[in-house]
C-alpha cells in the first residue's frame, strides 16, 4: 500500500487514527516508547504505511469503564514518529512527539487495537476575554514560582532537567494564548519522564471544555509549590526542614547504639563485674 503523506480522513472529513492505549501526552512532549504486543506491533507498521507517520495517544479513563471503550478516555494527543528501530524479533523502539490534542468522535476495533475518528481540539479559539487573560498571567507569576523552587530546592533529577524539558517544549505562550498558555504549563510540570513534583494534571486539560477551564492547571501549580518549596528530601521537624538522611542516621545510631550497651552489660555480667556499678538488675 502506498505511503500516505497524512493521516486518511472519514466520511464526515474528520481524521482517523489509530490509538496506543497507555498515558496522557501533550503537545510539544516527547518520549520513548516500546512497542511488544502483537497489535500494536500492527499499529505501528500501518501508522507508518497508512497514517503518515502517525496514530493518536490516549490514556484511561476509569470512569467509563462501563459504556464499552475499557476505560479508554475520550481525549488524546496526535503524536508523529520521529524514529523507529525494528528489533529482529518484531518489536519496536520508537520515539514520539505530541502534536495537536484531539476529541474521540467515534472508535471501532480493528485488528485488536482501537482506532477512531477524531476532531482537533482548537485552542485559543477566539472565545478568550480579560477573565481569562488575568487568569493565564497569574498562571505564569505561579509557574515562575514553581520553577524557581525545582531549580534551588534539588527537585530536578539531574542538574539540567528543567532546560531539558523546556527546550523539548519550545518557547512558553503569553497569555493572549491562555489555551496553548495552559497545555504547555500542564507539560511543564508532569514531564516526560516525569519529576514526581505535581499531580496529573495533562487528562484535565485534555477534557476542559474551554481555555477557561484549562487554567484550572494554576491549582496545581499552587499544590506542587506547597511541596517544592521545601527542599526535596527533608522534613518538617519543629519549624525546621530537617534532612531526612540525617533523621534516619540518628535513628540507626540509636538503635546501634542501644544495642551495644545491651551486648556489653551482658559481656560484662558475665564476667563477674559489679551489677550495682553496671546499673544492671
Avoid at 496506543?20 to 497489535?39: A, M
Avoid at 481525549?75 to 524514529?83: A, F, H, K, N, P
Wanted: overall charge negative.
Amino acid at each position: 500500500m502506498p505511503r500516505l503523506p497524512h493521516a486518511p480522513l472519514s466520511s464526515e472529513g474528520q481524521k482517523i487514527l489509530p490509538l496506543f492505549v497507555l498515558d496522557p501526552i501533550l503537545p510539544g512532549q516527547k518520549t520513548l516508547l516500546h512497542i511488544f504486543e502483537i497489535r500494536y506491533r500492527l499499529l505501528v507498521q500501518r501508522a507508518l504505511a497508512e497514517y503518515g507517520r502517525r496514530f493518536g495517544m490516549v490514556g484511561f479513563d476509569r470512569t467509563a469503564m462501563t459504556n464499552g471503550s475499557e476505560g479508554i478516555a475520550n481525549y488524546g494527543t496526535e503524536v508523529e514518529i520521529l524514529s523507529c528501530h525494528e528489533l529482529p524479533d518484531g518489536r519496536f523502539r520508537l520515539e514520539v512527539e505530541g502534536k495537536s490534542p484531539f476529541e474521540v468522535m467515534e472508535r471501532h476495533r480493528r485488528d485488536g487495537y482501537w482506532e477512531a475518528s477524531v476532531k482537533k481540539i482548537e485552542l485559543d479559539a477566539g472565545d478568550e476575554n480579560e477573565e481569562v487573560t488575568e487568569l493565564a498571567n497569574k498562571v505564569i507569576e505561579l509557574f515562575d514560582q514553581w520553577e524557581s523552587f525545582i531549580r534551588s530546592n534539588r527537585w530536578e533529577r539531574h542538574p539540567e532537567h528543567m532546560n531539558q524539558v523546556i527546550d523539548t517544549l519550545g518557547d512558553q505562550p503569553t497569555a493572549d494564548q491562555p489555551g496553548a498558555l495552559a497545555v504547555w504549563i500542564a507539560a511543564a510540570i508532569n514531564p516526560l519522564p516525569p519529576l514526581g513534583a505535581a499531580m496529573e494534571i495533562r487528562p484535565a486539560v485534555l477534557d476542559a471544555a474551554n481555555d477557561f477551564e484549562r487554567q484550572n492547571v494554576n491549582n496545581a501549580l499552587k499544590e506542587s509549590i506547597e511541596l517544592v518549596k521545601k527542599k526535596r528530601g527533608t522534613v518538617d521537624v519543629f519549624g525546621f526542614d530537617m534532612e531526612v538522611i540525617i533523621i534516619l542516621f540518628g535513628i540507626f545510631g540509636l538503635i546501634v547504639g542501644s544495642f551495644v550497651q545491651s551486648y556489653c552489660r551482658r559481656i560484662f555480667v558475665e564476667f563477674g563485674f559489679d551489677r550495682a556499678l553496671l546499673g544492671v538488675h
